[in-house]
């Protein structure tokens, strides 16, 4: 199976790995401990002696005697009465058990049929019996039957991509391979499998050096026609170098968004609930072992206490984000946050739409979300490279790749037909990124009839405890940010592209222009940070834009933009394919803009300051000055209902 702790090699992971330890080298009966203290770390955050002589039924003593059998190997930290933490030695080892143990629960549930809790017992009788050249084999077997991947040897590319069962659209090559219910079950729960050809983006990455400025400008006259690029297109545009073709990108990037979506930026708050995970990703400050940040879980009242202020603020839409793993109740708690957050009711209104940005779900759970009525789901893959994100993931249920990256199949399979998807730009190569963000895109356009409804953009940003977040390993400069935005504004003309406050003001105003269409403003990464205020000690990532609500909506209107806190699409079920029906012919336009004028001048007459207020009432005027008749005679009759007291007025 492929490694999962960082190569000694890798400038990103660790600087020094201690000695190796084999598997083999470890007798059963002391793996057995070490996958027990691995196991409840990552359930619990925490393993003590005496949880792991409850795990393997032995006496205190017994499992005491075995910890420091472990210590002495240097597999694990532990002192007296303290917590058993995993050395790195001791995680490169637990993570192989645990690859292990997994694969062989998968052929004996998966494959051979058996109860789970039978195909569990098996697993670890066998488990410490087979290596070698026979556990190779046999993984390469589950791989092939769980994923129902071709045989090994058979080459990867778009000839294997295997399409996912339940989706809408096309069946797919390798659908012809007849599975048993098995397998099906296993589809269902997995979401299948989206395979980015690593291969072929290289390949294309290579062949597009060697692309002449005609050929760019070519790709650039065809992107202003509104049809999307496609990865060849996308390759040529990010080896783009020369000042005066990235002065032509800039430009037809500016007149793309300004024909799709206006002089609109639609604004939101992200709500952080919870700062608990049981993953280590080694460029967050919120992961597992990290113990320079304090940890906290909101309850419901403090929730509602943060909703009210973001409401007060003026916000209509928050994206609520949780660490990946959650309080006792486990994932109800994220069902009735989301609940409390639609509940509260202020003078001066309601939040109206609840994003969520939690970990990925399975079909039936994403079935409970859609019930207390999310927007968007929103997953990012992090990094699509394959290598990179099994050394950035080095514990925790997100070491697999496949199981996030099919989040948003899940979801769609269960009606959630708003998703978004992202990259967290610096962990690897971001040409590679944005090519692989295309595969990933038309593997959902092409199963499910409709792409993402949204992208994200984020850049990593310095995180308490995380020296790779200050050190990129793969920084991306302003310029090929810029970048970045306008060639995803050109490849994908109808996605949105959100653009968080990682961003300083100065980034974040440039990028309106070549494609953002989404941004938050005010925000707090910390659990409570809107009551509280800004602690970096319990936050995700440092902000780039400190800025109130007030102060950005002020900025941005002055800039030319109309604020926008519409939520109207979502509240009458223009969502998924309904949405891009209307959004591709421009129909969509005709309601944003006085959908658009609506709500900011809700946000005017209660919340604005004087300042604000002066500055909005100029904009909405010259927003109205621009528009065709039709359109200026809906949005007037919007703006005489907001201002004669109706709220919450849209078509
Ligand atoms: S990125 Fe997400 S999963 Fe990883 S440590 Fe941070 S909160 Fe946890």
């Not at 072929?200 to 026609?225: C, G, N, P």
């Not at 990012?380 to 050394?391: A, D, L, S, V």
């Not at 105003?509 to 940070?529: D, M």
Request: glycine share 8%; net charge negative.
């Amino acid at each position: 199976m492929t490694p999962r702790y960082p190569a000694p090699t890798d400038a990103a992971g660790p600087s020094a790995i201690p000695h190796r330890v084999a598997i083999g080298d470890l007798p059963p009966r002391m793996q057995d401990y070490l996958k027990s203290a691995a196991s409840l770390f990552l359930a619990k955050g925490r393993a003590t002696v005496t949880d792991i002589a409850a795990d393997r039924g032995v006496k205190v003593p017994t499992a005491s005697e075995a910890v420091a059998q472990l210590a002495r190997r240097g597999l694990v930290e532990h002192e007296n009465y303290g917590a058993v933490e995993l050395t790195e030695s001791g995680w490169q080892v637990a993570n192989e058990l645990l690859d292990r143990h997994e694969l062989f629960v998968h052929l004996f549930s998966d494959i051979l049929g058996l109860p789970t809790e039978q195909a569990t017992q098996e697993a670890c009788a066998v488990e410490h019996a087979v290596a070698g050249e026979t556990l190779e084999k046999v993984a390469e077997f589950v791989r092939r039957h769980v994923h129902r991947l071709p045989a090994a040897g058979a080459g990867v590319g778009r000839a294997e991509k295997v399409a996912v069962t339940g989706g809408r659209g096309a069946a797919a090559e390798g659908e012809a391979e007849s599975g048993s219910a098995k397998d099906a079950e296993a589809l269902q729960r997995n979401g299948g499998v989206v395979l980015i050809d690593e291969e072929r983006i290289f390949a294309v990455l290579r062949e597009a050096t060697s692309r002449d400025a005609a050929y760019v400008r070519k790709v650039i006259a065809k992107a202003l026609q509104l049809k999307g690029l496609d990865e060849e297109e996308v390759a040529a545009l990010a080896q783009i170098s020369d000042s005066e073709l990235l002065g032509e990108l800039f430009a037809a990037a500016r007149q793309v968004k300004e024909q799709i979506y206006g002089d609109r930026l639609v604004l939101f708050a992200p709500l952080y609930i919870s700062n608990l995970c049981g993953n280590e990703c080694l460029y967050c400050a919120f992961r597992a072992r990290n113990k320079a940040i304090r940890r906290r879980a909101l309850t419901q009242d403090e929730i509602r206490q943060e909703v009210e202020l973001l409401i007060d603020q003026g916000h209509k839409r928050v994206l609520l984000v949780a660490g990946e793993a959650y309080p006792r109740e486990g994932f109800p708690y994220v069902l009735k946050s989301i609940e409390t957050v639609y509940s509260v009711r202020r003078p001066q209104g309601r939040i109206r739409r609840v994003n969520v940005n939690i970990a990925p779900l399975s079909v039936d759970e994403f079935k409970e979300l859609k019930a207390v009525g999310i927007g968007t789901y929103q997953i990012f893959q992090e990094t699509y490279h394959r290598p990179t994100y099994t050394r950035m993931h080095v514990a925790g249920k997100k070491r697999d790749y496949d199981y996030r990256i099919t989040a948003p199949d899940r979801a769609m399979q269960a009606g959630v037909d708003d998703v978004g998807i992202g990259v967290l730009f610096g962990l690897f190569d971001w040409r590679f990124e944005i090519l692989a963000l295309l595969q990933h895109i038309r593997h959902l356009e092409e199963t499910y009839g409709v792409g993402p409804h949204t992208i994200s953009v984020p850049r990593l940003e310095p995180a308490v405890g995380s020296d790779l977040a200050s050190h990129p390993p793969y920084p991306v400069s302003d310029v090929d940010f810029r970048k970045i935005v306008a060639i995803l504004r050109l490849a994908v003309p109808y996605t949105g592209i959100i653009m968080s406050t990682r961003e300083t003001p100065n980034i974040r105003r440039e990028t309106f222009a070549l494609g953002v269409s989404q941004i938050s403003a005010g925000s707090r990464t910390n659990p409570g940070g809107y009551a509280e205020d800004e602690e970096f000690d319990a936050a995700q990532f440092q902000l780039g834009d400190h800025r109130s609500l007030d102060e950005v909506i002020r900025d941005v209107a002055q800039l030319g933009y109309t604020p926008s806190f519409c939520t109207a699409c979502y509240r009458v079920g223009r969502t998924g394919q309904d949405f891009m029906e209307l959004a591709k012919p421009g129909d969509i336009k005709h309601m944003c803009g006085p959908n658009a004028l609506s709500t900011f001048m809700e946000y005017l007459l209660d919340f604005a300051t004087p300042e604000t207020r002066e500055v909005g009432e100029a904009r909405v005027a010259a927003e109205l000055a621009q528009m065709s008749p039709a359109e200026r005679k809906v949005a007037e009759r919007l703006i005489e209902k907001v201002r004669a007291g109706d709220r919450d007025v849209y078509v």
